[in-house]
């Protein structure tokens, strides 16, 4: 049986997460279920809670890779934890376990995964209108090696489906 495919899901924490942004997410999360991938996220609130919950509703499974050492710390929709307890240096392994990364809003966090997933050409798509990084990394480069483009999309559907498409562009 072939592995799932493994979308992340990336932006906006908790304390800074405006509301176009958790609906975003959501809807996000809830296409990922529907297409049948496994969704990953740093399984706390904001961005990651709200593509958690959508992709829970849409029936998906929810891996929540966090930064601290207690599982009881990922939020409630995450159905395995994984408690590294590196604090921001997770953001590493988060980009390292996606096939392809999906950016709503986001903040220095959101970038440091982008650069990350950037250097290992892991895809990326931005949501536009989300706000944050996922506005300004929209269809550009990280650097001028021009390593991987980040392409931008304005739904969740189409984000999710470009995502794919990526993920089977570059095996």
């Known amino acids: 049986m072939a ?13 800074d997460c405006p509301e176009i942004a958790a609906q975003a997410a959501y809807q ?8 049948g991938a496994v969704l990953i996220t740093g ?7 709200a593509s958690s919950k959508g992709a829970k509703e849409g029936g998906g499974f929810v891996i929540g890779i966090i930064p601290q050492d207690e599982k009881n ?4 929709f995450c ?9 921001f240096a997770r953001d590493f392994l988060t980009a390292y376990s996606a096939d392809a990364i999906i950016v709503v809003g986001g903040g220095a966090g959101t970038v440091i995964e982008v650069a990350a997933a950037y250097q290992k050409r892991i895809p990326i798509v931005a949501m536009k209108g989300t706000g944050g990084a996922a506005d300004r990394l929209d269809d550009t480069y990280i650097d001028d090696r021009k390593i991987e483009r980040i392409l931008g999309e304005t739904t969740a559907r189409g984000a999710v489906e470009t995502a794919l498409a990526l993920i089977e562009a570059n095996p």
Request: aromatic residues 2%; charged residues 25%; proline residues 0%.
């Open 43 to 49: 399984g706390l609130g904001g961005v990651m809670e």
């Open 28 to 35: 996000v999360g809830l296409e990922v279920a529907r297409a």
């Open 79 to 87: 159905d395995a934890v994984i408690a590294t307890g590196i604090g």
């Open 3 to 15: 592995r799932r495919k493994q979308v992340l899901v990336i932006g906006f924490g908790r304390d």
């Open 73 to 76: 710390a990922a939020n409630k």
